[in-house]
């Protein structure tokens, strides 16, 4: 594992919150985590990459309901970088959990650029991590999520 993304703020930019775009993404990712659960023994890369961007998805609907959006070429590592930042300040009880499972969400980005770009096959290890991940932040990213759009 190299070093950690470090968040700038000029990865981010300011938007304005749209509560329906955030709701749309933790469904999405919900989507994604069935599909996944389906397909990780016809289709381990598939059902890798559907939980990966559930992962992305709901961390996302997190930074988008605070008015900011990732941008950038490590735009994936700011969205989880900056989900954390919002959990550590609002999460509440369960931040340190939510906050290891986006950390833990940044790391599935070194096997997703192995399948992607160098055509590595993915483990069933690494499914079932990004599943388990994507099924951890699903439990608890939603109601940050809901509380900072009502």
């Known amino acids: 594992m190299g070093p950690p993304h470090r968040l700038d703020v000029k990865d981010l ?3 304005p919150v749209d509560a329906q775009t955030c709701r749309t993404l933790v469904q999405q990712s919900g989507a994604h985590l069935r599909s996944a ?4 023994e016809v289709d381990a890369e598939g059902a890798f990459q559907l939980a990966y961007d559930g992962c992305r998805k ?7 309901a ?5 941008r950038g070429p490590a735009h994936h590592a700011v969205t989880f970088d900056a989900a954390a ?3 550590v300040r609002d999460g509440g009880a369960r931040a340190a959990a939510l ?3 986006l950390d833990d969400a940044t790391d599935l980005r070194r096997v997703r650029g ?6 590595e096959s993915v483990a069933a290890a690494d499914v079932t991590d ?4 994507l099924t951890e932040l699903l439990d608890g990213l939603p109601g940050l999520v809901e509380s900072r759009l009502t």
Request: charged residues 25%.
């Open 66 to 70: 605070v008015g900011t959006r990732p």
């Open 130 to 133: 990004a599943i388990d991940i």
């Open 114 to 119: 192995a399948a992607e770009y160098r055509g």
């Open 85 to 87: 930042a919002v959990v």
């Open 37 to 40: 659960q389906m397909l990780r």
């Open 99 to 101: 906050k290891r499972a």
């Open 58 to 64: 709901v961390a996302l609907a997190v930074v988008s």
């Open 13 to 15: 930019d300011i938007v």
